[in-house]
């Protein structure tokens, strides 16, 4: 098998969309030939610096022509792309380069300048590239490299990539894909989509998480279409804006930030060019599903995709999309429901989603215990529970860990409720998450004050205390202050009855 890059840049270039738009921003656009190029000059410019096949190449770019040319210009070597969450803390970086043994690290300058300071026990990083202007930076070596790199012949088996997922077995994990996961976005960019190379793609998420890398990257490129890349976060005014100037015909998000967009000023007609709007990363509320179709008159297609598959294995289908529902099986991937017993389950009873599906990854690097656990044979365990009806419809029941999502990213309550103790003037704290306007989930935290606080204004006070230390999907929505938290008689928290409270308000 050839490299895989070669379906996303070479063979567009070769079929005849060497000058079409493949990258557009708002700095202007790049052609296939030009985002070749650069690719290739990304590519000989790691050689530059030692980088050989199967090392770890770490991103920590925002959205842009540069992260998609390093990106795949360390695939196109035969190196492994290692993106990182920018919204991280630098410590967390660390902990990443350090797990990755990455050999280079590609930065914004302005991130590298917090994270420098802690890059003192990096053992086998070798050399730290910048976005900042220099004779050494990444603009300056792009530039001096040769636009002809050769692909490194790969096997479909050798790794391509690493995203990084938090588990419940403590610390950040990294999911390896190997080169022939990446071919499996034709089966939900092809046979769900319906794309095709005249659709524009237009995503808020951001590269780094696995949904966004393959509806926003991977799927508009293997069409020979052309994604809208923003280096800035997105907000509902910018968002309307490229709506305006870029009129995409496909749009992606997760249903929090549909939520926003449900609630500014957005004129009725602002996604006039759109054919189909994606959502995924949670529970898309069916409330949401229809007030979006009603505002906007676009069909919502909710899906369910993962880290460690990439792409969608279950979706809604245009035309065919069920409120509610997160679809049925992408062609190509085989869905099983099982019970604690590992037994099939009946329409309408929950059980725990297994996948069998072309993009699964192939185990997560230096966890083999992990990876032993996560698969039975073939089949992915996601940790997803759902159910499924009478017409072959999946419905999201939650999760089967305490863990939840908002935003489309994990919240892990262990984490936040650190974070709380963290103040002087707490002793204990739990935290759970809770459907709250629109049917979104948002996190709630109820903390037990240590004698002698001013319980009023402890709320605020940790609002302040926590924001400087999470981020910020993962912050409390709601902080109640309680005399003391539920436990069984063995000392667990239980989760249940805090969730109970907290949907009384």
């Not at 079409?20 to 708002?26: E, L, S």
């Not at 099982?338 to 990854?361: E, I, M």
């Not at 935003?407 to 963290?422: F, H, I, T, Y």
């Amino acid at each position: 098998m050839a490299n895989a890059v070669s379906a996303f840049l070479d063979d567009p270039v070769a079929g005849g969309a060497a000058e079409r738009p493949a990258i557009a921003g708002p700095a202007g656009a790049v052609s296939y030939r030009e985002l070749l190029a650069l690719t290739g000059r990304a590519g000989n410019a790691l050689r530059g610096l030692g980088v050989e096949p199967e090392q770890r190449v770490a991103l920590l770019l925002p959205d842009g022509v540069e992260w998609a040319a390093v990106f795949l210009g360390a695939l196109r070597i035969g190196a492994v792309a290692v993106p990182f969450n920018t919204r991280l803390r630098p410590a967390e970086w660390v902990v990443m380069l350090r797990d990755s043994r990455a050999r280079v690290l590609v930065a914004d300058a302005e991130l590298l300048a917090v994270l420098r300071p802690l890059l003192v026990d990096v053992p086998h990083l070798r050399a730290v590239v910048a976005t900042e202007s220099g004779p050494t930076s990444l603009p300056s070596r792009l530039a001096a490299a040769s636009p002809a790199c050769e692909l490194e012949p790969v096997s479909g088996d050798d790794m391509a990539f690493w995203l990084y997922t938090s588990g419940t077995t403590g610390g950040p994990k990294a999911a390896v894909h190997v080169h022939r996961n990446l071919l499996a976005c034709r089966h939900f960019g092809i046979d769900v989509l319906q794309g095709s190379r005249t659709d524009r793609v237009l995503s808020t998420s951001r590269l780094f998480f696995a949904y966004a890398l393959g509806n926003a990257l991977l799927i508009p490129l293997y069409l020979g279409a052309v994604t809208y890349l923003d280096p800035a976060w997105p907000d509902p005014a910018r968002v309307l804006q490229t709506l305006r100037t870029f009129e995409p015909t496909l749009f992606f998000s997760v249903p929090t930030f549909y939520g926003r967009l449900l609630r500014a000023d957005l004129p009725a007609d602002a996604f006039r060019t759109v054919r189909a709007c994606v959502s995924a990363g949670e529970r898309l509320p069916p409330e949401l599903h229809a007030a979006w179709r009603e505002r906007f008159g676009v069909e919502m297609l909710d899906g369910l995709g993962t880290t460690e598959t990439i792409f969608m294995v279950l979706s809604n289908r245009p035309g065919h999309a069920q409120a509610g529902s997160a679809g049925q099986p992408v062609p190509g991937s085989e869905i099983r429901l099982l019970d604690a017993a590992g037994q099939p389950v009946a329409d309408g009873a929950p059980g725990l989603l297994h996948v069998r599906t072309p993009s699964a990854f192939a185990g997560y690097w230096n966890r083999l215990d992990v990876t032993r656990r996560a698969f039975t044979g073939e089949w992915f365990s996601t940790g997803d529970v759902l159910t499924r009806d009478a017409d072959g419809f999946y419905y999201h029941d939650g999760r089967d860990d305490e863990r939840f999502k908002v935003a489309g990213q994990w919240v892990k309550p262990a984490d936040v409720e650190s974070a709380l103790r963290s103040h002087p003037d707490v002793v204990e704290a739990g935290v759970v998450g809770v459907a709250a306007e629109g049917g979104l989930v948002k996190t709630v935290a109820f903390v037990v004050p240590r004698s002698g606080a001013v319980a009023g204004s402890l709320p605020d006070a940790l609002a302040a205390h926590v924001a400087a230390g999470l981020p910020s999907h993962q912050r409390p929505y709601r902080i109640h202050v309680v005399d003391e938290l539920p436990r069984t008689v063995t000392g667990k928290l239980q989760r249940y009855v805090l969730r109970e409270r907290a949907e009384r308000g």
